[in-house]
Antibody, heavy 120, light 106 residues
Framework: QLQLQESGPGLVKPSETLSLTCTVS??????????WGWMRQPPGKGLEWIGH???????YYNPSLKSRATVFVDTAKNQFSLRLSPVTAADTAVYYC????????????WGQGTLVTVSS | EIVLTQSPATLSLSPGERATLSCRAS??????LAWYQQKPGQAPRLLIY???NRATGIPARFSGSGSGTDFTLTISSLEPEDFAVYYC????????FGQGTRLEIK
């Protein structure tokens, strides 16, 4: 059974870089049928798509993030990662990694999520 | 950007009742619509994908319908564990989510 697990710092200073990694177990990031992506949810608010990447390296990002986000994959470690820079308090959220099917809306599974707080 | 509008914002029902949740898109998303359930402190759980397909392990009391701009999630007979927040999400043009419907116990 495929499982995803986020990891990374829980506290980031304003203007610095948020870096998170998603470790994939029970499956491979090298499968061509899927994208690997990131979503986030500010405390008490709704869900927002950040971006996703294919095994071949094609990337897609939410335009609202204005090029601050980068998603990349490490096939050797069976992981994919998110970098968001520079951050502000508005980037405080629970960040989720998720597998996206290439065609359609079958986005599953999701990681359990990790809270990142942006504060000095 | 395609805007998804969910209604109602809050739905108050009793166990055993039927729940009908709506999601309307600002332009056609064909059948590229999914529904999620989220409980406090948990990740969203995929219920329905491509408008009407139940995800793996989802009970038959959950069903999805619609295409184009109007979609419905129906829970035929509410169980105590169904009270949660529900989100719709489209993937026709970029990826966006609705603002959520809170299903609470009456």
């Amino acid at each position: 059974q495929l499982q995803l697990q986020e990891s990374g710092p829980g506290l980031v200073k304003p203007s610095e870089t948020l870096s998170l990694t998603c470790t994939v177990s029970g499956g491979s990031v090298s499968r061509n049928s899927y994208y690997w992506g990131w979503m986030r949810q500010p405390p008490g608010k709704g869900l927002e798509w950040i971006g996703h990447i294919s095994y071949g390296g094609s990337t897609y990002y939410n335009p609202s993030l204005k090029s601050r986000a980068t998603v990349f994959v490490d096939t050797a470690k069976n992981q994919f990662s998110l970098r968001l820079s520079p951050v502000t308090a508005a980037d405080t959220a629970v960040y989720y990694c998720v597998r996206l099917i290439m065609t359609g809306t079958n986005f599953d599974p999701w990681g359990q999520g990790t809270l990142v707080t942006v504060s000095s | 950007e395609i805007v998804l509008t969910q209604s109602p914002a809050t739905l108050s029902l009793s166990p055993g009742e039927r729940a009908t949740l709506s999601c309307r898109a600002s332009q056609s998303v064909s059948s590229y619509l999914a529904w999620y359930q989220q409980k406090p402190g948990q990740a969203p759980r995929l219920l329905i994908y491509d408008a009407s397909n139940r995800a793996t392990g989802i009970p038959a009391r959950f069903s999805g319908s619609g295409s184009g701009t109007d979609f419905t999630l129906t829970i035929s007979s509410l169980e105590p564990e169904d009270f949660a927040v529900y989100y719709c999400q489209q993937r026709s043009n970029s990826i966006t989510f609705g603002q959520g419907t809170r299903l609470e116990i009456k």
